[in-house]
């Protein structure tokens, strides 16, 4: 696409270009784990890595539908391969990790001024396991224990909500960046995703909306959107890398 260069521009170009996509929950949910691509009814983290992938196949200047499902693969699962339910990275906590290691995005939310840590065990998805029909089997239900195991008082960097006030955290933001909700809920790291458009000089969210059942571009700014939402406690903010 002219005139775009940097993953940030990508980010934000594909995000509104997917504006007023369908939202619909659970769409990656069936009876047996394949890649599933449907970029025609989105929710909030099929939306957001439908954006890395997109932006990582344009950056590869190989815009091959092939190089497209091959890099949607690297970022959804664990080892970049499909291998059965328990092998998404269904935690973002995990996803962060895992893709962070091979070099696809890198987390920005401890340079920020003001940052801060916060210390959270993830076990929500056991913990709520008639929640997710594949927790039925025992197998899986034991992959996903393991998996939690390893993020057993998991410290991460977190930028508090009344932060986002500040002059010098909304100058650290770029356009693109990619917005993660943290949460209050036991067990559970985050609780929504999006990425950052600027509005003039303020933040919004770009998203997945499950209110407004559709893709759109919040009309409060960031510090404004999340000030009420009780169950949030503040964001991480990861970049896509241009490796």
């Known amino acids: 696409v002219a005139g775009l260069s940097t993953p940030n521009q990508y980010m934000l170009y594909f995000g509104e270009q997917l504006l007023g996509t369908p939202y619909v929950a659970h769409t990656l949910e069936g009876d047996k784990e394949y890649l599933t691509i449907n970029i025609d009814q989105l929710d909030c983290t099929t939306f ?3 954006l890395v992938a997109l932006t990582r196949t344009a950056l590869q200047q190989s815009p ?28 973002i906590s995990a ?6 290691s091979v070099g696809i995005i890198r987390e ?6 003001n940052a801060d840590n916060q210390i959270k065990s993830l076990y929500y998805m056991s913990a709520n396991r008639d929640k997710y029909p594949a927790l039925a089997d025992s197998a899986t239900f034991a992959a ?36 993660c909700l943290t949460t209050k809920t036991e067990g559970l790291d985050v609780m929504h995703l999006g990425i950052v458009k600027f509005d003039g000089k303020k933040p919004h969210l770009l998203h997945a909306s499950s209110s407004s059942k559709k893709v759109v571009v919040d009309k409060y700014d960031l510090y404004e959107m999340l000030r009420p939402m009780r169950n949030c406690t503040g964001v991480r903010i990861l970049r896509v890398t241009d490796n």
């Open 64 to 91: 091959t539908w092939y190089t497209y499902a091959a890099n949607l693969e690297r970022i959804r699962y664990q080892g970049g391969k499909v291998d059965g339910y328990a092998s998404r990275l269904h935690y």
């Open 144 to 179: 996903i224990k393991k998996l939690e195991s390893g993020y057993n008082m998991h410290m991460s960097p977190l930028l508090r909500k009344n932060d986002l006030m500040k002059k010098e955290v909304i100058a650290s933001l770029q356009d693109g960046d990619i917005v």
């Open 108 to 113: 920005v939310t401890s340079i920020i001024p």
């Open 48 to 50: 957001v890595e439908t």
């Open 95 to 100: 996803w962060i990790v895992e893709n962070s």
